[in-house]
C-alpha cells in the first residue's frame, strides 16, 4: 500500500429500534435493542473519505413517507437525533469537516440507515459500492426496498458511483489510501466490509452490518438480517474479519454494536482521533 490513513473520526448519525434477532439469527423475536447508526470520517493524504452517510431525515420527519418507508415492520423504529437539523451535517461541523471537504464517500451497502445522506454528494465525490448491490438497489423493485433498501436515497444521476466488481473470497482491494474494501456479501447481495490501515501502524477492520454485534464475532453467531442467502453462511465473512484483524493485529469494530461503538469513539476521541496503541479487541469487547 502507497499511502495510509492519519486519523479517524466516529460517527452515530441515529439509532434503530429493533429486534435483536436481525442482528443474531435466531434470537427471542420479542427482545429489541436500540442500536447506534454508524458513519467514519477517515483522514487521509487525499482528504477526507467518508464510509456510509446515515438515514435521509426527509422519510422520517414526514409522517405519510415515514409510514411507507420505516412502518413496515411492527415496533422498529428509525431514532434521529435531537433537532431538526440534518444529522450528518451537524456530525461533520462538530468534528470541523465540510462537505466539500469529503473527497470520496464508500458504502458498506444501500441500506436506508447508511446511504440516506448520499443526496449531499451530488457533485463530482466519487461513491464507491458493489455493482451489485447498486444493481440490486435500482433494479430489484419492489424486493429491495421491502429490504429496507430505498431507492430514492441513490438513484439521482447526479451521484457519480465508482462500481466495484468485488467477488466472494476475493481479498482486499485497496479503493482509497488507507482503506480496503472487502466483499462481504449476504446481509445484502453487495454488503462490504472496510478495513482502515493507518500510518502509525494501528487499524480498524470495520465490519458495518456483517456483523452487528460483539456477541457475532465473539461466539461466530450469524446475522439475522440476510437477502438471499441461510442466515449460517454469514459466518463465514465473520470469521474472516476475525482472522484478518488478529493477522494484523487491528481492531475489529461490529457494525451497530449498543456498548462498543459509542465506547469506541470515546476511546478514539481521547486520543486525538487516533486508535489507541495499547487497545485491543478483547478489551473493547469486555469494557
Ligand atoms: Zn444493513
Redesign the pocket.
Known amino acids: 500500500m502507497k499511502t495510509k490513513a492519519e486519523r479517524v473520526f466516529l460517527l452515530t448519525l441515529g439509532w434503530e429500534y429493533l429486534p435483536k434477532a436481525w442482528s443474531v439469527h435466531g434470537w427471542d423475536p420479542t427482545e429489541f435493542l436500540t442500536e447506534p447508526v454508524p458513519a467514519v470520517v477517515v483522514e487521509t493524504d487525499e482528504g477526507y473519505v467518508l464510509l456510509d452517510t446515515g438515514f435521509n431525515p426527509a422519510l422520517i420527519h414526514d409522517k405519510a413517507l415515514y409510514d411507507r418507508f420505516h412502518g413496515r415492520v411492527n415496533g422498529v423504529r428509525a431514532v434521529l437525533p435531537p433537532g431538526d437539523e440534518d444529522p450528518l451535517l451537524v456530525a461533520l461541523e462538530a468534528i470541523n469537516v465540510s462537505l466539500k471537504d469529503i473527497k470520496a464517500v464508500a458504502v458498506?451497502?444501500l441500506?436506508n440507515?447508511?446511504a440516506g445522506g448520499l443526496r449531499h454528494f451530488i457533485q463530482d465525490v466519487p461513491i464507491f459500492v458493489q455493482q451489485r448491490e447498486l444493481d440490486f438497489g435500482l433494479f430489484d423493485f419492489p424486493k429491495a426496498e421491502e429490504n429496507?433498501v430505498f431507492r430514492v436515497d441513490f438513484d439521482d444521476p447526479r451521484l457519480r458511483f465508482h462500481t466495484l466488481q468485488g467477488h466472494l473470497n476475493d481479498q482486499p482491494e485497496e479503493i482509497l489510501p488507507g482503506v480496503e474494501a472487502l466483499p462481504t456479501f449476504g446481509?445484502?447481495p453487495g454488503?462490504q466490509s472496510f478495513i482502515v490501515n493507518f500510518r502509525d501502524g494501528t487499524g480498524m477492520v470495520l465490519a458495518?452490518?456483517a456483523a452487528d454485534l460483539m456477541e457475532n464475532f465473539e461466539k461466530e453467531l450469524p446475522i439475522g438480517?440476510v437477502v438471499d442467502v441461510e442466515p449460517a453462511t454469514t459466518t463465514v465473512h465473520i470469521k474472516r474479519l476475525k482472522s484478518l484483524a488478529l493477522e494484523r493485529g487491528y481492531l475489529l469494530v461490529p457494525?451497530h454494536d449498543p456498548h462498543v461503538w459509542p465506547k469506541l469513539t470515546q476511546l478514539v476521541q481521547e486520543n486525538g482521533y487516533h486508535v489507541p496503541k495499547h487497545l485491543t479487541t478483547e478489551v473493547l469487547f469486555s469494557s
Do not use: A, L, R, V
Open positions: 458498506s451497502h441500506h440507515d447508511h429496507g446481509h445484502t454488503h458495518f452490518d438480517g457494525g
